[in-house]
């Protein structure tokens, strides 16, 4: 969700449902889908091995984020917070602050961009039958070498 903006959108094709800014928002209860890297470094994560606070999950963590509105903000003003939760967002401050590093999706990576090596070329089938052995891929070699070798010349035709 970190990554939804008025250009980018979610798609989920389990439930067949394309997610925007306002639905991201909706769902988690943010202000703004950035938040979503808050949400994840204190409820965690188990799918990306983010630890989170232990003992807080996501309706805590949704509630930390509506009143504090970031993970820095909800660290510098432990004081407003009261008994057990406290000491939790205490005693686990690095570790949320981890949790969020972690969370993070980096976007300001170097990337050499060539477009003419993305366009599309005949296959080798010689060099990735080759490969697949090599790797014991005997399924694909199947469904797609030997088909595609049978098939080559075909492209195009109705």
């Known amino acids: 969700g970190q990554l939804v903006n008025d250009c980018t959108k979610i798609y989920n094709p389990g439930k067949n449902e394309i997610m925007g800014v306002e639905e991201v928002k909706e769902k988690y209860g943010l202000t703004d889908p950035i938040q979503v890297i808050d949400l994840l470094g204190l409820m965690g994560d188990s799918a990306d091995n983010i630890p989170?606070?232990?003992?807080?999950?996501?309706?805590?963590?949704?509630?930390?984020?509506?009143?504090?509105?970031?993970?820095?903000?909800?660290?510098?003003?432990?004081?407003?917070?009261?008994?057990a939760l406290k000491a939790k967002v205490e005693n686990n401050a690095e570790q949320i602050r981890l949790s969020k590093h972690l969370?993070?999706?980096?976007?300001d990576v170097?990337?050499?961009?060539?477009?003419?090596?993305?366009?599309?070329?005949?296959?080798?089938?010689?060099?990735?039958?080759?490969?697949?052995?090599?790797?014991?891929?005997?399924?694909?070699?199947?469904?797609?070498?030997?088909?595609?070798?049978?098939?080559?010349?075909?492209?195009?035709t109705v």
Not at 55 to 70: D, H, N, R
Not at 103 to 107: G, L
Not at 114 to 119: F, G, Q, V
């Open 52 to 83: 989170g606070c232990p003992g807080v999950g996501p309706k805590t963590a949704e509630k930390l984020i509506q009143q504090f509105g970031s993970i820095e903000n909800l660290l510098s003003h432990t004081d407003e917070l009261k008994g």
């Open 103 to 107: 969370a993070t999706i980096k976007t």
């Open 110 to 156: 170097p990337l050499d961009w060539d477009e003419e090596a993305l366009k599309r070329v005949p296959v080798d089938f010689v060099a990735l039958r080759q490969v697949f052995n090599e790797l014991e891929f005997r399924t694909l070699t199947k469904r797609i070498i030997d088909q595609g070798e049978a098939n080559v010349g075909l492209e195009g």
